[in-house]
């Protein structure tokens, strides 16, 4: 990726926001996205995608720059406005360390993801290539409709 401006962010998005359609419709036009991996960090649905660490899991999404006005628009939306910012470090196909910020909220319980907003997050994954395995972690949650990981007892 290239060096940030002094106005813009590295996010790592792991949700519906992987799909640039989602964001094109918010405003949100991407020039540049990666995919990348989040290493011990599992995803959780409580009812949208949030994370929560653990060990020795993975969480696939992608890359992108953005101007903090447009992390602002993304992130003070109402139904997004319980997410917050942490730092965290991503690897890409060029580069094991890269610094990144993701938003993530407090996982809920008993709020099962919607099955559109599941399968938006499903298409996107499998449209970037993900591996099999992170794929089909992603569908068992859309089969069971259980709104949490499947590690989530641990979590």
Partial sequence: MVALTSDSLRIFFYGSFMDSEVLRILGVVLKKVE??????WSITFSPMATLVRSEGDSVYGTIAELSQDQVRMLYTRDDLKHYNPVDITVATKR????SAQCYISKPSTGQN???EYLRRVIQAAERLGFPPVYLARLRRTSNTQTGNSERGSRD
């Fill in 35 to 40: 995919t990348a991996e989040l290493k011990n």
């Fill in 95 to 98: 580069s094991k360390g890269v």
């Fill in 113 to 115: 993801p919607s099955e």
